[in-house]
C-alpha cells in the first residue's frame, strides 16, 4: 500500500495570496488525483495526472506531476475565499488493485477574506 | 442529472447498537466504493463493488463491518454492535468504470456516525 503525505496539514492565508501543497511518496504512481472536499460535502475530483513531469492548468490552480511520479503539488494564484476546503491527492495502488486509491489525509485550506 | 445520494446524513447511536448506512449510486455506475473519514484523517478504503463480481472486502476493519450491493444500485453498510471508534464520516462513492487511468470516483455527501 502506498503511503501518500501532504504537507502543510493546514494553510491559513489572506485572500490574493499565492500557495502550494505538497503530496510525496516513497512508492511510484500510476497515477494521481486531486481533490477538494468542502464541509459537509463528498469530495470532488478536480485533476488526473498521470504522465511524470506533466503540468495542468485549471483556471487558477495548476498541477504538477514530479518527473519521477512519485510526487505532486497543487499551486493556486491569487486565492479567494472560494478556494477554502480540504485539498487530498489520492493514488492508485500499483500492482493489479488499480480501482484502489490510496487518500493522503488532505491539507485544510482557509482563505480569509 | 442526480449525484450520489446517502442517507441518512447523520446518525447518533447509542454503544452497542447497530446501524444501517444507505448509498444510492448514479445510475450506470458500474463500480461503488465505502470509505471512512475519521476526524484529521484522509479516507480509509473499506469495501468495493464491481458489476456482479466478487466485491474486495479488504479494508473492512473488523467482522462488525458488512456490505451489501443490489445488482448495480443501492448499497447498504451495516456496523454491528457499534463502538466508539466506529464514530465517523462514511462515505460512499460510484465509477463508471475502475480500469485505466481515469478511475474518476463521484462522492456522496457522506453519513456522520456518532456513537455515544
Known amino acids: 500500500t502506498q503511503l501518500l503525505e501532504q504537507s502543510p496539514q493546514f494553510l491559513s492565508i489572506q485572500e490574493g495570496e499565492n500557495l502550494t501543497v505538497y503530496c510525496n511518496s516513497s512508492?511510484?504512481?500510476?497515477?494521481l488525483q486531486w481533490y477538494r472536499q468542502e464541509p459537509g460535502e463528498g469530495p470532488v475530483l478536480l485533476v488526473t495526472v498521470v504522465t511524470g513531469g506533466e503540468v495542468k492548468k485549471l483556471k487558477r490552480l495548476t498541477f504538477q506531476f514530479g518527473d519521477a511520479r512519485k510526487d505532486s503539488s497543487l499551486h493556486i494564484t491569487a486565492a479567494q475565499p472560494g478556494d477554502t476546503g480540504l485539498y487530498l491527492c489520492?493514488?492508485?495502488?500499483?500492482?493489479?488493485?488499480?480501482?484502489?486509491?490510496?487518500f493522503g489525509k488532505g491539507t485544510l485550506l482557509t482563505v480569509n477574506p | 442529472g442526480a449525484g450520489v445520494s446517502q442517507s441518512p446524513s447523520n446518525k447518533v447511536t447509542e454503544k452497542g447498537k447497530d446501524v444501517e448506512l444507505r448509498c444510492d449510486p448514479i445510475?450506470?455506475?458500474?463500480?461503488l466504493y465505502w470509505y471512512r473519514q475519521r476526524l484529521g484523517q484522509g479516507l480509509e478504503f473499506l469495501i468495493y463493488?464491481?458489476?456482479?463480481?466478487?466485491?474486495?472486502k479488504s479494508g473492512l476493519p473488523s467482522d462488525r463491518f458488512s456490505a451489501e450491493r443490489t445488482g448495480e444500485s443501492v448499497s447498504t453498510l451495516t456496523i454491528q454492535r457499534t463502538q466508539q471508534e466506529d464514530s465517523a464520516v462514511y462515505l460512499c462513492?460510484?465509477?463508471?468504470?475502475?480500469?485505466?487511468?481515469?478511475?474518476?470516483?463521484?462522492f456522496g455527501p457522506g453519513t456522520r456516525l456518532t456513537v455515544l
Open positions: 512508492s511510484v504512481f500510476s497515477s
Open positions: 463493488f464491481q458489476g456482479n463480481s466478487a466485491p474486495d
Open positions: 489520492a493514488a492508485e495502488n500499483s500492482g493489479g488493485s488499480n480501482y484502489k486509491l490510496t
Open positions: 445510475s450506470g455506475h458500474t463500480a
Open positions: 462513492a460510484s465509477s463508471f468504470s475502475p480500469w485505466g487511468y481515469y478511475n474518476e470516483q463521484f
